[in-house]
């Protein structure tokens, strides 16, 4: 958790001072991977958990999706969370 917060504040400050986002559009951005990233990563694991499409996940596959769900959520660190510290 500590360790996504602390990526997802220097990749919002990267939006920022590099690709020159505005403060309001690298929120937005981060926000939206913080609620879209666990959606399509829980959909694609209850999908390939079903045997969708001829896959089928591994245990150690299906948790590496998860913690991939858990780590976006981390997103609105610097997304919604920050919005009161402008």
């Known amino acids: 958790g500590a360790v996504g917060s602390l990526a997802a ?3 919002c400050d990267a939006l920022v001072s590099s690709l020159h ?4 559009d690298a929120r937005k ?4 991977v913080a ?3 666990p959606a399509l990563a829980m959909l694609a ?17 299906a948790e590496a999706l998860f913690v991939v769900a858990v780590g976006c ?5 610097a997304g919604d ?6």
């Open 35 to 37: 609620l879209g990233g």
């Open 45 to 61: 694991l209850c999908l390939l958990s079903a045997g969708a499409g001829g896959l089928q996940l591994e245990r150690d596959e």
């Open 21 to 24: 986002f505005r403060r309001t």
């Open 29 to 32: 951005v981060m926000q939206s």
């Open 81 to 86: 969370g920050c919005g009161a510290q402008d």
């Open 73 to 77: 959520q981390a997103g609105s660190a």
């Open 9 to 11: 504040g220097a990749a």
